[in-house]
């Protein structure tokens, strides 16, 4: 591919969707080595053309972070993945596989702020959000404000059922929560329903590792399915 930045990208994507994770990762990269990166405080102060070279750099990075992340490294996921909603507020694909990657890290505290940070900038989902503190700011019972995350999530599921994207972080909260029955059960029946495209229920089943390790070939391989299935219908 040519084309400077954006056909580095365009490669990376590509390769990322073959499943060559190592070549996919090179190109992308080299693809946000291309120019500097983009401080988040400049993003307020940007006119349309900068914005949308901001969005293309956020996309860039999201990508490069969804190719660490199925390459089952976490911790370069998130670092990617937090310079790409850097650059653009709005990326809800980097917010969702941000809440994805800080599970798998066992990190439920930012697994949560992301998710819910996910649904309050989610502009058909906004309203059920309440306003909020700093992401990572906030002091309280994580698994208070599990139940509280999944209630929201569940009335948001009420208002658009079909939704692809619900239905995964409906998986990582279950996954955080070690609700075995709720995120295995529905892989029992064929998770992802082909002909339409989505699940038919909880796109991530539970790792069975213990809390200390967080660590299982069933683990990792069905909750990372929330992850590429972000990078396929991302929103940028």
Do not use: M
């Amino acid at each position: 591919a040519g084309g400077g930045r954006e056909g580095l990208v365009q490669a990376g994507s590509e390769l990322l969707g073959q499943g060559d994770l190592p070549q996919a990762i090179l190109a992308l990269e080299a693809a946000v080595r291309s120019e500097p990166a983009r401080e988040a405080s400049d993003s307020t102060q940007l006119d349309e053309a900068g914005r949308e070279e901001a969005r293309r750099e956020s996309v860039a990075w999201q990508l490069l972070g969804q190719a660490h992340a199925d390459a089952d490294d976490d911790a370069a996921a998130i670092s990617c993945l937090r310079r790409a909603v850097a650059a653009d507020a709005q990326n809800l694909a980097a917010l969702l596989a941000l809440g994805v990657s800080y599970t798998n890290e066992l990190d439920a505290s930012r697994a949560l702020d992301h998710l819910r940070l996910w649904l309050r900038r989610h502009p058909d989902f906004a309203s059920l959000a309440p306003a909020e503190e700093e992401v990572g700011k906030g002091k309280y019972d994580v698994w208070a404000r599990q139940a509280d995350t999944t209630a929201l999530f569940l009335r948001a599921v009420g208002r658009a059922p079909h939704s692809a994207d619900l239905h995964a972080v409906l998986g990582v909260l279950h996954n955080l929560s070690r609700e075995y029955g709720a995120a295995v059960g529905p892989r029992r029946e064929g998770c992802f329903r082909e002909e339409e495209g989505r699940p038919c229920g909880s796109p991530a089943a539970v790792s069975r590792s213990p809390p200390s390790s967080g660590r299982s070939s069933c683990g990792r391989r069905t909750t990372r399915s929330g992850t590429s299935w972000a990078r396929r219908r991302r929103t940028r």
